[in-house]
């Protein structure tokens, strides 16, 4: 029985650049499913995505941002208004936390601006890598690994890592 050579950085390299052309040619269309018009409502609809559907945020945040257009607006709101509002995503009182905690803090040391660096972005309350780099990507055009389970998971199969840690596969 021969001996598998390990594959080269070059060949791993290769190998990830055909699958990426392969996925590109085979999804052209592939896009965020989350329904936004500017970085602040895909950074929300993003932390309100966690443990539901895209389809049922896109069906909640029309609301919330008719109410409360800004960080400013979400910031200053009635915790209880916003809970309401946001019930139908689930987990809605730890989601109504992140998302007015985000809004200050926006509001408090970023000038009411989402920031556009993951380091910046991820001191923000609720949001972590996936969600900063969801936004980097689709609100501003900044390239960047969105892991989660699926990713995590396709990676792992197409032999790009071996590991289960998001940051490791990020990286």
Known sequence: MAVKTPETHTGLVRRARKINRVLAETYPDAHCELDFENSFQ???????SAQTTDKRVNLTTP???AK???PEDLAAASPQDVAEILR??????AKTKSVMGLS???VERFGGEV???LDEMVTLPGVGRKTANVVLGNAYGIPGLTVDTHFGRL???FRWTASD???KVEA
């Open 42 to 48: 895909l950074l929300v609809a993003t932390v309100l």
């Open 63 to 65: 609301t919330l941002f």
């Open 68 to 70: 409360y257009p800004t």
């Open 88 to 93: 139908p995503t689930g987990f809605f009182n």
């Open 104 to 106: 200050a803090a926006l």
């Open 115 to 117: 920031p556009r660096t």
């Open 155 to 157: 990676s792992r199969r």
């Open 165 to 167: 840690d998001p940051v």
